[in-house]
């Protein structure tokens, strides 16, 4: 993700540190003194505000691909962040409730941070692990929702996923992002409608897209409380190949 220039303590008029003379200066004010956002869906609604029109997020499949980037503003992806939020509260998840993603950096990883972290908790797990390994971690944390890439050729994260997700008491729901969306490297945001249909092994499951449950969620308002200052809205889980090497 990228930003445009930095806010002034108000998070109301852009102001630029180009020298160290301009950092000497901002941080003579104390942080406490600066009315920060409580909160990271606080923070991005203060982003929205002050510079709507500037770039929020930049994405690119391959490096090829570099100067024609999917780019959302931040107006834009707070507009999204709020839907995600709001489509995961219909679904059931609550303020205590905790949303898992497997998934690469796509623009939708994001969308599960930010998003989830305001109607909910989340955990973000490694790809890179086993599925045992997913398995245990989504087990302790009593996933409710699993956010995971549907099948593809481009990685193994969904058959690492899937099969990590059977057995799981607490878990609801899986909701399904596709890679190929960004195979044309383009820039060119599809529409949901134009989404990769779903594979035969997510219908299976009884999977979902992510984007056809963001489809007819609130986008201008979270409909119901904002969230408030929290220790550890978003959990990072990693592991090695080993086994015995799992942390939470």
Request: include cysteine; proline fraction near 6%.
């Amino acid at each position: 993700m990228g930003g445009g220039e930095n806010m002034d303590s108000k998070g109301s008029a852009p102001m630029g540190l180009s020298s160290l003379s301009d950092i000497v200066a901002f941080e003579r004010t104390p942080l406490d003194a600066r009315d920060l956002p409580a909160t990271s869906y606080a923070a991005l609604a203060q982003a929205a505000q002050a510079v709507p029109h500037a770039p929020a997020l930049s994405f690119f499949a391959e490096a090829e691909a570099f100067d024609t980037p999917f780019q959302w503003d931040h107006e834009t992806f707070f507009d999204h962040v709020t839907r995600t939020a709001n489509a995961l509260r219909q679904i059931g998840v609550g303020r205590d409730d905790v949303v898992a993603y497997v998934l690469p950096n796509l623009p939708e990883a994001h969308l599960t941070i930010w998003g989830g972290s305001a109607a909910g908790r989340v955990l973000a797990i490694n790809p890179m692990i086993e599925a045992m390994q997913m398995a245990e971690l989504m087990r302790a944390a009593s996933v409710r929702v699993l956010v995971t890439t549907d099948r593809s050729s481009q990685s193994d994260i969904w058959e690492k996923a899937s099969a990590a997700s059977r057995d799981l008491p607490s878990l609801r729901h899986i909701l399904v992002c596709a890679e190929q969306s960004y195979a044309a490297n383009d820039g060119v945001w599809l529409t949901t409608d134009a989404q990769p249909p779903m594979s035969d092994d997510a219908k299976q499951i009884g999977a979902d897209r992510f984007w056809d449950l963001l489809k007819t969620a609130r986008a201008d308002a979270l409909e119901f409380g904002a969230p408030r200052l929290s220790p550890r809205p978003v959990h990072c889980a990693q592991g090695s190949v080993n086994h015995d090497s799992v942390s939470l």
